[in-house]
């Protein structure tokens, strides 16, 4: 196993790091938000696109100092096992068009976004159970298409994967796997 400094915490001591000239309830409010968004630590924001940021709702000063400070974050450790070679990477395009709301054939009382969600998820924790040497990808696509980087850090991808919301107004398929 590789050494790696500790991961930096989202938490009230981060914040003040991050922004000491800020008032105290300025800094607890924006941690509020990340929490919400169940963010833990600063690298897990490292990849969030555009689109995401917005979201959040942060001031673009905290937005712009939140992201210089997740790409020099060191990242979690997901694994015990000694680092080794990508045998294959698996990109998976997850329409997040409105449609995904629809009721499921397969389960009823669940929405096509919640059952390819747990289809996904089931295929990460087999991969992680089968110790598959897997990098992992996701192109969410509707109206807009992004890309999350590709990674070997499921918990990133399970992450990135349970923020995806099927809300956007068209189904881009064709864009998205070209």
């Known amino acids: 196993v590789h050494a790696q400094p500790a991961p930096m915490q989202i938490d009230s001591d981060a914040m003040q790091a991050l922004f000491p000239s800020k008032e105290q309830h300025k800094r607890d409010d924006w941690l509020q938000i990340l929490r919400d968004a169940e963010f833990d630590q600063i690298s897990d924001l490292a990849s969030l696109t555009d689109q995401?940021?917005?979201?959040?709702?942060?001031?673009?000063a905290v937005q712009r100092a939140l992201r210089s400070a997740a790409s020099m974050a060191p990242a979690a450790v997901t694994s015990e096992f000694p680092e080794e070679s990508v045998s294959q990477v698996d990109i998976v395009v997850m329409d997040?068009?409105?449609?995904?709301?629809?009721?499921?054939?397969?389960?009823?009382?669940?929405?096509?976004e919640d059952v390819s969600k747990l289809l996904f998820h089931l295929l990460v924790d087999k991969m992680v159970t089968l110790e598959v040497s897997h990098a992992l990808g996701i192109v969410p696509f509707g109206r807009d298409i992004s890309q999350v980087p590709v990674t070997r850090q499921y918990e990133r991808f399970h992450d990135h994967l349970g923020r995806l919301d099927a809300n956007q107004p068209r189904t881009r398929l064709f864009d998205a796997i070209t």
Not at 52 to 57: F, I, P, T, V
Not at 96 to 112: C, E, L, Q
């Open 96 to 112: 997040i068009s409105s449609s995904m709301r629809a009721r499921s054939r397969i389960d009823p009382d669940k929405t096509r």
């Open 52 to 60: 995401e940021w917005a979201s959040l709702g942060l001031p673009l």
